[in-house]
Each structure stands twice: as C-alpha cells, then as structure tokens.
C-alpha cells in the first residue's frame, strides 16, 4: 500500500460546483496533514493544514478521521480559479520532518 | 519574512555533463532543507534532506548528491547527468515540529 494514495481524477466540473478530494495514508503514526495547491509548472503551495477537529477557510473545508486514516478537501461553490492539482501530503510518523505527496488530482473548473 | 530562492529556472544540460543547483533560504535560522524530484506525470520524490550544517540524509539511491555548506545553502549536485535525471527539481524548507514546508520556484532540468 502507497504511503498516501489520492483520487486519481482528472476531476472537471462547472463553475459553482462542489467538489470533494479524497485521501488515505498508510502510517497510522503520522502526525500531521496538509493539502498544497500545485498550478501547472509551478512549485506547490500550502492551501492549508488539516487538524482533528476539522477547519475551514473562507469555501475550502479540510476533514481528518484518524481511525480510518482518512483525510478530505471539500471545495465549494467552485471557482475557474481552483483549477489545479491538488496534493494531499503527510508528515509520517518519527521522521525528521519529512514530508510524504500523494501524486496529486488534478481540478478543472470549467466556465 | 523568510524567503526561499533557487536558480537557475530552467536548464538543458547533455548527459554525462556536471550539475549544481543552488538553494538559499533568508529570514531563518537552522531551517530543515529538502531536496525533491518530480518527474512528469508523477509525484514528488524526496530526494535528500538536511536538518543541520554538514548533514545530509538520502532517501534514494541515485547519481546525485546534497551538501549543506553553511546554514541557509543547500546545493544539488552531480558528476554525470543520466536522462533519467530529467524532471522538476525543487528545493524546500520548514521550521519543524510539524509545520509545512515552503518551496522555491524550482528548476526544471531536461537531459538531452
């Protein structure tokens, strides 16, 4: 089993659309979780940190179930914008801060 | 504000030819800094990590090499560049204790 497995997509939808990314990693001992947003030839960038309880930010909402080791990214009301690839990324477990990518699914947003 | 920098942004280099890439981060002290590949089509690869002056850990066994010479420099190296080395190369760095890490703009490297 990969360490972080991700939707492997391509997702397209319309304008408005609420779209949800799906995520599973494999090191019950990670400790920590983070979505990055990587636009077309660009370097990724930290979208957001997902933590226990759930949070959101403005129409982003980032979900953790540790149990299942399962994390999720809800965009909503959907804007041409996001279209990007989107990364779920672990911080595993007793690692000296390394960070795991999932291979990422990309988003487009149609007009 | 801390800022990340890394050069050159693209690079066409023959095979078997050296490589150096540079990364500079200011506004910090003692970051973790971290090396990684992303070839087309996949994932990003580490490829080496340093969480101090003079250390370096590899997490994959290839023709390339990372030495952190002073505390904010991390550099990428190779004697002989293969086409396979080809990919999106970049350089990050993180405070930590869980936090995320900060790339720079990368360099995209074609071996011909």
């Known amino acids: 089993r990969k360490e972080v497995e991700q939707d492997p997509g391509p997702f397209n939808v319309p304008e408005g659309a609420t779209v949800a990314f799906n995520c599973t990693y494999s090191?019950?001992?990670?400790?920590?979780f983070f979505w990055y947003r990587q636009d077309c030839r660009k370097e990724p960038k930290l979208l957001m940190s997902v933590y226990s309880s759930g949070n959101e930010d403005g129409r982003f909402t980032a979900q953790l179930n540790r149990a299942s080791q399962y994390i999720s990214l809800l965009i909503r009301d959907s804007k041409l914008s996001d279209s990007a690839t989107y990364l779920c990324v672990v911080l595993s477990g007793g690692s000296n801060y390394k960070l795991t990518f999932g291979k990422g699914t990309l988003l487009t947003v149609n007009p | 504000s801390q800022t990340i920098h890394q050069w050159p942004a693209t690079l066409v280099q023959p095979v078997g030819s050296p490589l150096s890439l540079e990364c500079t981060v200011e506004?910090?002290?003692?970051?973790?800094l971290y090396w990684y590949r992303q070839a087309a089509g996949r994932g990003l690869q580490l490829l080496f990590y340093?969480?101090?002056?003079?250390?370096i850990s590899s997490e994959v066994p290839q023709n390339l090499s990372a030495s952190r010479p002073q505390d904010r420099q991390f550099i990428l190296s190779s004697k002989k560049l293969l086409l396979s080395d080809s990919g999106f190369y970049l350089c990050a760095w993180s405070g930590g204790q869980g936090s995320g890490y900060t790339f720079g703009s990368g360099t995209r490297l074609t071996v011909v």
């Open positions: 090191n019950s001992a990670s400790q920590s």
């Open positions: 506004g910090t002290s003692n970051p973790n």
């Open positions: 340093s969480v101090g002056i003079g250390q």
